[in-house]
């Protein structure tokens, strides 16, 4: 088989690395100046992969950029999976980034499927890797984070490390990015390549990209051996936050799974939505350091990671509604009645398992739930939903008010630790 020159192909000391397509496979090319006898710890060290063992390819493959003579094997098994499944694809999914791509690729898992937002990943980052110097050699999976690209919300890019100077990496969380290995310099070139406009601007031309800022690149390579630190966590963490972002995080996972044909029907109730992001605010407000990074690197990892999953579930979850559920502008306030009328609160099996959620982090006994429950139903279904679509959602219920005081009222004490806005 013969391919035209493709930019997923390098050249390095003694070989050509080529990634057509996963199609086609995986192809290093040994040059014929180094011995034969040292092709297999050659392509071992190369890829950081010393249980494995090379094999010839089985079928013929010619590239421009590799010499007559070279000795040609098949690498898709040295690859992360997620390289060898995903290069030149797409996925029927609003979620998965940069951030999450770069993370599974460097050997992180339960990435691979979700958005990540620059909390979580840069908590990983501090966390669980260290920097590179600049002119130090290249290692397989070692994360590229990109500054300095422009772009009012872009912030940074990342990428994972291949070999011989090229990186895989997704633009961004719309569908339309796809899996891609491109050289290292050329990421942010494909990303402006990929975008396409949202909703009613992709009927306008195209803009043609703005110059960019003089990059820089760095890299981080996941630690060998983690760093050992001190960590705490207050009562209040374990009993009350932990649970319901727990409680939260399960739900929101099971619907930012799915793909828009099935979006609609399992959407969380907009009040939910409103609660979880009360929940978000009122952690952030329990850390103390002016930077919340910082301090959650202090915290407990478990409570940690569940805050950031959560918050990066939070945002994925917000952006499959702009893709999948879109309101047109032309008839906002009829659209959004319909919306806060139908999705605002309903009374189901969702609605009770929150409910009890919350009753258990305040340390409410089981046998009181059904009368908190009732007593909360009654007080929510005098407020009008239209009154709050009218607000666009700003003015919405008081749920951990109704919550506290409902639950003062039936067991005669102040409510314990509950989550008030």
Not at 107 to 133: H, N
Not at 240 to 263: A, D, G, I, N
Not at 300 to 309: C, G, K, S, V
Request: one cysteine or more.
């Amino acid at each position: 088989m013969t391919d035209q020159l493709h930019p997923a192909c390098s050249i390095g000391p003694g070989y050509t690395f080529c990634a057509p397509s996963p199609a086609k496979g995986f192809f290093l090319a040994v040059h014929p100046q180094r011995p034969q006898a040292d092709d297999a710890r050659f392509i071992q060290d190369l890829f950081r992969r010393r249980s494995l063992t090379p094999t010839p390819a089985s079928t013929s493959f010619s590239h421009p950029a590799i010499p007559q003579g070279a000795r040609l094997y098949r690498v898709d098994a040295f690859l992360p999976k997620i390289v060898r499944e995903r290069t030149g694809t797409t996925v029927d999914l609003v979620g998965p980034n940069c951030y999450a791509t770069a993370l599974t690729a460097s050997g992180k898992t339960g990435f691979a499927d979700r958005y990540v937002d620059k909390a979580e990943f840069r908590y990983f980052i501090a966390r669980d890797y260290e920097a590179v110097v600049a002119n130090a050699p290249e290692r397989l999976g070692d994360i590229v984070v990109y500054d300095g690209h422009g772009g009012a919300d872009a912030g940074e890019h990342a990428a994972a490390l291949l070999i011989g100077g090229l990186v895989f990496h997704k633009g961004g969380f719309s569908r339309s990015f796809p899996y891609e290995i491109v050289p290292i310099t050329g990421a942010l070139t494909a990303m402006d390549a990929a975008y396409v406009p949202p909703r009613e601007d992709r009927f306008f031309p195209k803009p043609k990209p703005k110059p960019r800022a003089p990059q820089r690149i760095d890299r981080h390579r996941l630690r060998s051996n983690p760093t050992t630190r001190m960590t705490t966590a207050t009562a209040r963490d374990r009993t009350l936050f932990l649970p319901l972002m727990r409680s939260y995080e399960k739900r929101l996972q099971r619907v930012c799974s799915l793909t828009w044909s099935h979006f609609s029907d399992a959407r969380l109730d907009l009040l939910s939505m409103e609660n979880i992001g009360h929940l978000l605010r009122a952690f952030e407000k329990r850390l103390k350091e002016k930077d919340i990074g910082d301090d959650l690197l202090k915290l407990d990892p478990t409570i940690a990671e569940t805050y950031l999953r959560l918050k990066s579930l939070s945002y994925q979850y917000d952006a499959m509604i702009a893709a999948y559920c879109p309101i047109k502008e032309t008839r906002r306030t009829e659209a959004l009645e319909a919306l806060y009328r139908t999705h605002y609160v309903r009374f189901d099996r969702h609605f009770d398992r929150e409910i009890a959620a919350h009753l258990k982090a305040c340390g409410v006994h089981g046998y009181l739930h059904r009368a908190v429950r009732d007593r909360v139903v009654d007080r929510i279904k005098t407020y009008d939903p239209v009154r709050f679509a009218a607000s666009d959602g700003a003015k919405g219920i008081p749920f951990y008010r109704i919550l506290s005081e409902e639950i003062e009222r039936v067991t005669g004490s102040p409510a314990q630790g509950i989550v008030v806005e």
